[in-house]
């Protein structure tokens, strides 16, 4: 494996006094470093957390050819097991694509799902034609565009600038299982869309609400926020809002 981007893009862990352990799961082309925000204002809170680096992730964007959604999945399997080690009650926060892992992973073990800017609705309808363009085009690129962040979490947005064509067959993959295992899924579930979502239809939202046709549904909006919320400028309400939640549940 390649070096790490940055030393926050490496798995994180902390041990907090509370009866709740949470587990954070990063998106796609992202790192852990987009979940330490996050996970230090659940600390703060009093939980602990543990936050995994996704296989491919965090390192160089080659490292993403040869990743299957099951290597994703085993990656919050195995952060399961060890948030059992730290704490009584299990919640899962993912954020993207790690939100549909989290709602793969849901089972008996969990007490809670927050689900941030789930993968529901593309904005771009393109992404569809992506594996059939991996034969011609190896890799994409975001657009040069970078949202607002607020200044003194930039540091935490370590990830790519793109990734290999390929390897969005594994995201859908991943996306359309859990579509489908949204309607064995039980617990009481939040979900949080940015209204301002470059990458995702916010209404998008309701739709998943709809498939959780067995769970107790929270929607939140946030309503200055860019996709990547983790790291943005309502990083405050948004940690009381998934803190609220683990509490309650």
Not at 161 to 179: C, D, E, M, N, S
Request: hydrophobic letters at 45%.
């Amino acid at each position: 494996m390649a070096a790490w981007l940055d030393p926050l893009a490496e798995p994180f862990e902390a041990i907090g006094e509370s009866d709740h352990s949470v587990i954070l799961v990063h998106g796609f082309a992202g790192s852990a470093a987009h979940m330490r925000p996050l996970a230090d204002g659940l600390v703060a809170s009093g939980h602990s957390v543990v936050v995994p680096s996704l296989p491919g992730h965090g390192t160089e964007m080659s490292d993403l050819l040869n990743v299957t959604r099951a290597m994703w999945q085993a990656s919050v399997d195995h952060a399961i097991l060890r948030a059992e080690d730290l704490a009584e009650q299990i919640h899962l926060v993912g954020f993207g694509l790690g939100a549909m892992l989290c709602m793969l992973a849901a089972d008996e073990r969990l007490a809670s799902l927050s689900l941030i800017n789930p993968l529901t609705w593309f904005a771009d309808k393109g992404i569809f034609l992506a594996p059939a363009l991996s034969y011609v085009s190896r890799n994409q690129y975001w657009p040069e565009f970078r949202p607002a962040l607020a200044p003194e979490l930039r540091r935490f947005d370590v990830g790519y600038r793109g990734y290999p064509t390929k390897v969005i067959k594994q995201v859908l993959h991943a996306r359309a299982a859990a579509f489908t295992a949204a309607q064995w899924i039980e617990h009481p579930t939040l979900i949080v869309q940015s209204r301002k979502d470059e990458y995702i239809v916010p209404d998008g939202a309701y739709d998943l609400r709809d498939r959780l046709v067995r769970a107790r549904v929270d929607i939140r909006w946030l309503e200055n926020s860019s996709h990547l919320a983790v790291v943005g400028n309502e990083l405050n309400e948004l940690i009381g809002t998934v803190s609220g939640h683990i509490e309650t549940a």
